[in-house]
């Protein structure tokens, strides 16, 4: 069968779902390959079926005509819906992996140049935390489990991208802190580690993988008394750099300008990068202050060099 891929959010950043797909077609003897709606000038002969997978629902749909027998969509981009409020994932067997090809080793020559010598995967699906302003406890679960061994994703390449959404709060952290440790490779937690619930004894595991970059979230003000604390043990006890401790830092949610400052000024002081990110922010005008601030701190020459936003701002004019 002629299967065609079709990547809506673009092709910078690897898309797990589509490299198991493509994974299991190809295990089946089926023809996988990138949907073009013309090939060579040539309107493309209908295909068997195509995939088209979506994670941010910001993103515009694929604008052309697929000329398939069967068109399947999935990805949080299709699948969660706001309803009164409140965000509903409209579960569908069309758009849902079987067992079986969510835990298949990913195709990655989809994606030769991002997954070059790296490995992508989860080791945990679920956050207990249930934040409004975050797609996770709708789509997985307000609890963090294990859902697979780094073995079903990493077969010795150099470097790993772990996506989980809250290693540290699975039952099985410390499990699964020492894979990473023995795989010897250097390991991207690219999402938040939750640094509320961090321990002596998990920042002293931590301390032992070969991290490339660390990632921890100050998204509510009021946690200030929680978090604070932990972040300075925790530099502590890693010795680490701030070149590879990052904290997100959530803009235009439910804190003033003076709070966002407040969090930015004092993550710095502590040896701490941190990284604005913009709720709903596509919704937000390129003028607007949100979006000034998170280009003084997200732009790390700029950020070292301009110490204060009201000196970067009247620079801007």
Known sequence: MEVGLIDVDGHRYPNLPLMKLSAWHKKQGDNVEWYIPTKHGFPLPPMGKVYMSKVFSFTPDYPYYVNAKEVIKGGSGYAIKTVDGEEI????????????????????????????????????RGCPRGCKFCHVGCKEGKKS???????????????????????????????????????????????????RIMTEEKAELIKKIRVKAIHF???????????????????????????KMIVFVLTNYDTTHEQDLERIYTLRDLGYNPYVMIYDKEHTKSTDKVRLLQRWVNNRRIFATVERFEEYSRKKG
């Open 89 to 124: 994932f409209e579960k569908g067997k069309d758009g849902q992996l079987t067992h079986e090809i969510e835990h298949i080793y990913p195709d990655y020559s989809l994606y030769p140049e991002q997954t070059k010598d790296t490995a992508f995967g989860f080791l945990t």
């Open 145 to 195: 489990r294990k859902v697979a061994n780094i073995s079903e994703f990493w077969k010795g390449q150099k470097n790993i991208v772990l996506c989980d959404p809250n290693l540290i709060a699975c039952p099985d952290w410390k499990d699964l802190l020492w894979q990473l440790i023995d795989s010897k490779a250097k390991v991207d937690i690219n999402q938040g580690i939750d640094i």
């Open 217 to 243: 979230a100050w998204d509510r003000y009021e946690d200030r008394e929680i978090i604070l604390p932990k972040l300075k043990y925790f530099k502590e006890i890693t010795g680490w750099g701030r070149e």
